[in-house]
């Protein structure tokens, strides 16, 4: 079997667009391997447990196959199998996000020119 890197194989997964983002998120600890940190050298292993977070959503993932190379979409998604949990929590995630959308909490637009200093004068009264 051969070894892969671990920020190869997340891009050949297509988790990360390049290999340099990919390194950059397991460097700023957004890529646990096996529930630790992990360096982009890390030898990846079939079975393997990923946590993967990306934006709002946290991935758990188990690796199935090795890859170095980058292929199509529904090669990519062979690599690696979602967690059932993971799986749940991402989507009931995404309901409270929708939900939160219409809420009072988020603005309806963007605040204008006029919107926007007013903004900024009630900070600075705040900071001082």
Do not use: N
Not at 17 to 28: H, L, S, V
Not at 58 to 71: H, M, P
């Amino acid at each position: 079997m051969a070894k892969v890197r671990l920020d190869k194989w997340l891009w050949a997964a297509r988790f990360y667009k390049t290999r340099g983002i990919a390194k950059q998120m397991i460097e700023g600890g957004k890529v646990h391997y096996e529930g630790q940190r992990a360096k982009c050298s890390k030898a990846v292993e079939v079975g393997a447990m990923l946590q993967i977070r990306q934006g709002w959503d946290e991935r758990i993932i188990v690796v199935k196959a090795l890859s170095e190379q980058r292929r199509g979409a529904a090669e990519a998604q062979a690599l690696y199998e979602e967690t059932a949990d993971s799986l749940a929590r991402r989507e009931e995630h995404a309901a409270q996000r929708k939900a939160m959308k219409g809420s009072e909490l988020s603005p309806k637009q963007k605040p204008d020119k006029r919107s926007r200093r007013q903004l900024l004068e009630v900070k600075e009264l705040q900071r001082g």
